[in-house]
């Protein structure tokens, strides 16, 4: 069965600077898929940026970007330029090749940006 | 932007009552699922549905549990005759197309069982 591992409860960051955010995985699959969703305070989750396993090419959204290094199953959201905006849980996930959608959790990382 | 949208979003019942929890996914989305929560716990997959058909469920998703589209906008989950762990942040979410982990969460419906 697959894991996701959150490290780091809470993190903190001051505005403008840069945070990273650790999250390794457990799996026996060699095709699968990374995410990272963000659940603001009293709002949805939503998707901030997805990995595919079979690119090497890291995976970047504006601020966001991701270190994914396949070998050692470790998958880390670096979010540079912190905004207030960032304030969130943020969850890792993991999804095989196969099953509908089927997203596995990390556990969360709450993050506070700090002005 | 269309949204999920979930009601309630608190629902306090006494175990042993049954429980439904609605959510409306997005308009053209073709693929519903239920996640839930347990505070201080991972956020765990309950089940998918497409066609009118659960297309997978986790063990979690025992015969207590069921989903239902009632309707062409509505996607339920019912908890026929609730226990004290199924206290939970219930999610649901959708989809306009498998297999990209794209998924569309509602804000959750908060489930606390006496």
């Known amino acids: 069965a697959q894991t996701v591992t959150q490290s780091q409860p809470e993190m903190s960051v001051q505005e403008a600077e840069t945070v990273t955010l650790s999250c390794t995985y457990d799996?026996?699959?060699?095709?699968?898929?990374l995410f990272w969703y963000k659940q603001p305070p009293s709002r949805q989750m939503i998707l901030v940026i997805r990995?595919?396993?079979?690119?090497?090419q890291n995976a970047t959204e504006n601020r966001f970007s991701v270190n994914f290094q396949k070998a050692a199953k470790s998958f880390s959201l670096k979010i540079s330029d912190s905004q207030l905006g960032d304030t969130a849980m943020y969850f890792c996930?993991?999804?095989?090749?196969?099953?509908?959608?089927?997203?596995?959790f990390g556990t969360g990382t709450r993050l506070l940006v700090s002005p | 932007e269309p949204e999920v949208t979930q009601t309630p979003s608190h629902q306090v019942t006494q175990m042993g009552q049954e429980v439904i929890l609605r959510c409306v996914p997005i308009?053209?989305?073709?693929?519903f699922y239920w996640y839930r929560q347990i505070l201080g716990q991972k956020v765990e997959f309950l089940v998918s549905?497409?066609?009118?058909?659960?297309?997978?469920k986790s063990e979690i998703f025992d015969d207590q549990f069921s989903v239902e589209r009632p309707d062409g906008s509505n996607f339920t989950l019912k908890i026929r005759s609730t226990k004290l762990e199924d206290s939970a942040m219930y999610f649901c979410?959708?989809?306009?197309?498998?297999?990209?982990?794209?998924?569309?969460f509602g804000e959750g419906s908060r489930l606390t069982v006496l």
């Open positions: 308009s053209n989305h073709l693929y």
């Open positions: 549905f497409y066609n009118n058909e659960i297309s997978e």
């Open positions: 990995q595919e396993a079979y690119k090497q």
């Open positions: 996930a993991f999804m095989g090749n196969t099953g509908f959608q089927k997203l596995v």
């Open positions: 979410a959708s989809s306009e197309i498998v297999n990209t982990g794209e998924l569309f």
């Open positions: 799996t026996s699959e060699n095709n699968y898929y």
